[in-house]
């Protein structure tokens, strides 16, 4: 009999343990986050038992920018508040089972942090904020539907609404440049008109996204791609250089990003009037560290104007 009770015994545990999930968790500061030791189907089980979403944040120990946000808002004892409006999973991807995580949602830079409903589907992604109120803004704007997947249904029904096109825009992931920049090509499609609000905004985010999606090809194809955003380029130059930039491009009036592309349509000497114009403007002793990847440019339209002597200053500054 007391074998019978045993066997008895250690079916019923092992069936509360195919009920229940493992809730494996790991403490950052003073706040308990489930972590990638645990299956994600356990994940939703809980988050749907709760009745919240699930805010999954991935990182890599080598990653600095990680460990930034480790230390300086996950390590707060503020951020506790976060476990009342979503559930926290911390996947760490030097982990064998953290690399499947990543690999299952396809994660291309660190940090990425991406908001699941209870039922699992993707509600929206970004590369991390960085205060905890700003943390808590967007989950509550998440779970108000403000977010790319619910913003992409309704899209569903209104294919043409401008509104919800740049809302979309600004909802996609980083990663997704190159819908961005379908998005914003059919904004400037509907309504060409440049003095409308949501027309400039448009020229300005598309010549801030073109440089970037032409990293991810090869030299030899950048040129071709590149001439692409030609039209779209001259229009903004013409509309709103140098001082009616409103959006994207006004910090530093959209001089790296029309050095860039020109640069990349092999139109340099035009990228290098773009560059000198700039270096006018100046101080006398200019930090040049905000905008390094600008002289960078500078110094490849020099070179392949063959003006090496001066591309040579340019690098020893």
């Given at each position: 009999m007391k074998l019978r009770a045993i066997i008895l015994l250690t079916v019923f545990l092992l069936g509360i343990?195919?009920?229940?999930?493992?809730?494996?968790?790991?403490?950052?500061?003073?706040?308990?986050?489930?972590?990638?030791?645990?299956?994600?189907?356990?994940?939703?089980?809980?988050?749907?038992?709760?009745?919240?979403?699930?805010?999954?944040?991935?990182?890599?120990?080598?990653?600095?920018?990680?460990?930034?946000?480790?230390?300086?808002?996950?390590?707060?004892?503020?951020?506790?508040?976060?476990?009342?409006?979503?559930?926290?999973?911390?996947?760490?991807?030097?982990?064998?089972?953290?690399?499947?995580?990543?690999?299952?949602?396809?994660?291309?830079?660190?940090?990425?942090?991406?908001?699941?409903?209870?039922?699992?589907?993707?509600?929206?992604?970004?590369?991390?904020?960085?205060?905890?109120?700003?943390?808590?803004?967007?989950?509550?704007?998440?779970?108000?539907?403000?977010?790319?997947?619910?913003?992409?249904?309704?899209?569903?029904?209104?294919?043409?609404?401008?509104?919800?096109?740049?809302?979309?825009?600004?909802?996609?992931?980083?990663?997704?440049?190159?819908?961005?920049?379908?998005?914003?090509?059919?904004?400037?499609?509907?309504?060409?008109?440049p003095q409308d609000s949501i027309t400039h905004e448009a020229y300005e985010m598309l010549i801030a996204y073109a440089p970037f999606y032409l990293m991810n090809h090869a030299p030899d194809q950048r040129k071709e791609i590149a001439q692409t955003y030609e039209k779209h380029l001259k229009t903004l130059i013409k509309e709103y250089y140098p001082d009616k930039f409103r959006y994207m491009l006004k910090p530093d009036s959209g001089i790296p990003h029309i050095v860039a592309l020109y640069n990349n349509m092999g139109q340099y000497k035009v990228a290098y009037k773009f560059f000198t114009a700039h270096i006018k403007k100046l101080p006398e002793k200019p930090n040049y560290l905000p905008n390094l990847h600008l002289y960078s440019d500078g110094v490849n339209a020099l070179l392949h104007l063959k003006k090496e002597k001066e591309a040579v200053e340019w690098l020893e500054k």
């Open positions: 343990g195919q009920l229940f999930p493992r809730e494996k968790q790991e403490k950052i500061g003073e706040t308990l986050w489930y972590t990638e030791q645990n299956k994600f189907n356990e994940i939703l089980e809980l988050a749907k038992k709760e009745n919240k979403p699930v805010m999954a944040v991935f990182s890599a120990t080598w990653c600095k920018p990680c460990q930034k946000l480790k230390k300086e808002v996950f390590s707060t004892g503020e951020f506790a508040k976060m476990t009342d409006e979503t559930l926290l999973l911390y996947i760490e991807q030097t982990d064998p089972k953290g690399t499947e995580y990543c690999k299952q949602n396809k994660i291309r830079a660190f940090p990425t942090i991406m908001i699941f409903s209870p039922e699992g589907n993707l509600l929206d992604t970004n590369n991390g904020k960085p205060t905890t109120e700003e943390f808590l803004a967007w989950v509550k704007d998440v779970k108000g539907g403000n977010n790319a997947f619910d913003i992409a249904r309704q899209l569903e029904k209104e294919p043409n609404n401008r509104e919800l096109i740049m809302k979309m825009t600004k909802r996609l992931a980083p990663y997704r440049i190159k819908e961005k920049l379908e998005f914003l090509e059919k904004l400037i499609e509907l309504k060409p008109d």
